[in-house]
């Protein structure tokens, strides 16, 4: 079964860092891959996703995600952080076939003055 | 409507009543899920409608947790005899016909409370 692990619960940088937010996930054939944040009694926004082609994708708001095969990673980052970007980040994993998509834990970022 | 559209946004019910939670994907979409999210358990799963074909249920919780979803649009979470542990934010989600990686859009989600 697909299965998808954020390392850290809970990050926090200073503003203007750089944001690092970590996925794993456990297939043997690369799925569908997507980063979605919640902002605070929001639903879920859609960052950026990994379908097929190139490795680094680029999201919104300047984030961007990139794609090892070999390490089964798909780890977001933002070169440096604005407060606005406080929120909770989801890393989301669907098999090739068109089914649910199956959630990591959630990593809540907090960007400190 | 331009996104999919949760009601109510937020539910209070005494244990032990049935509450209905409604979703409206956006137009078009065929795929439609539920999650639900409940604190420190992430996105819990709960069931995947397809166009025609038989939902995915395996993760509904327990037989108390129901869904339908007529003329493959609106959808109806239902929960009977609800229990505290019910209280959670339920999240309905819809995507487009096509392949695995189109995304899966959401609505804001319904805050459900049992006291």
């Known amino acids: 079964a697909q299965s998808v692990t954020q390392l850290g619960s809970h990050v926090s940088v200073s503003e203007g860092a750089l944001v690092l937010l970590r996925c794993n996930y456990s297939?043997?054939?690369?799925?569908?891959l997507f980063w979605y944040v919640q902002y605070p009694n929001q639903g879920l926004q859609l960052l950026l996703k990994?379908?097929?082609?190139?490795?680094l994708v680029k999201g919104i708001n300047g984030f961007e995600a990139e794609f090892k095969k070999s390490e089964t990673s798909f780890h977001l980052t933002k070169p440096s952080a604005h407060m606005s970007d406080a929120a909770e980040y989801f890393c989301?994993?669907?098999?090739?076939?068109?089914?649910?998509?199956?959630f990591g834990s959630g990593t809540q970022l907090t960007v400190l003055p | 409507g331009a996104g999919v559209s949760q009601s109510p946004s937020n539910k209070v019910t005494e244990k032990g009543k049935d509450v209905e939670l409604r979703c409206d994907p956006i137009?078009?979409?065929?795929?439609l899920y539920w999650y639900r999210q409940s604190l420190g358990q992430g996105l819990e799963f709960l069931i995947y409608?397809?166009?025609?074909?038989?939902?995915?249920k395996s993760g509904l919780p327990s037989d108390r947790f129901s869904a339908e979803r007529t003329g493959g649009s609106v959808s109806t979470l239902t929960i009977q005899r609800t229990q505290q542990e019910d209280s959670a934010v339920y999240l309905c989600?819809?995507?487009?016909?096509?392949?695995?990686?189109?995304?899966?859009?959401f609505g804001q989600g319904t805050r459900l409370t049992v006291v």
């Open positions: 989600a819809s995507s487009s016909p096509g392949q695995g990686g189109t995304e899966a859009f």
């Open positions: 297939s043997s054939v690369p799925p569908y």
């Open positions: 990994y379908t097929t082609g190139a490795t």
């Open positions: 989301a994993a669907r098999p090739g076939s068109a089914r649910q998509l199956t």
């Open positions: 137009s078009g979409h065929t795929a």
């Open positions: 409608f397809q166009g025609n074909s038989a939902p995915d």
